[in-house]
């Protein structure tokens, strides 16, 4: 599975990003898609989930703040991002488990600063 991760850049404290994640096979395929991000000199951590039948999970420090989704016209899987923290920033990847394996996109850098 092919991954391309978009729409990262930089924006100041409280405002919105929506990263998306482009697949190679049918998203509803694969049985989840995941984001993840790696801020400098951190080591990389989960961010939300989505799995096939559509059930999303989400770590702690973005419940509330970020909305995972799947846009089936575009086979992605988007990562909505509201009332950004400045340690919200790092590189932000995407992921799929699909067969059991694990395939990794690029990542794409979001910067929160004002």
């Known amino acids: 599975v092919q991954l391309q991760a978009s729409g990262g850049g930089l924006v100041q404290p409280g405002g919105s990003l929506r990263l998306s994640c482009a697949a190679s096979?049918?998203?509803?395929?694969?049985?989840?898609m995941n984001w993840y991000r790696q801020a400098p000199g951190k080591q990389r951590e989960f961010v939300a989930s989505?799995?096939?039948?559509?059930?999303?999970n989400y770590a702690d420090s973005v419940k509330g703040r970020f909305t995972t989704s799947r846009d089936s016209a575009k086979n992605t899987v988007d990562l909505q991002m509201n009332a950004l923290k400045p340690e919200d920033t790092a590189v932000y990847y995407c992921?799929?488990?699909?067969?059991?394996?694990?395939?990794w996109g690029q990542g794409t850098l979001v910067t929160v600063s004002s």
């Open positions: 992921n799929a488990m699909y067969r059991g394996y694990d395939f």
């Open positions: 096979k049918s998203i509803f395929s694969i049985n989840a």
């Open positions: 989505i799995t096939s039948g559509g059930i999303a």
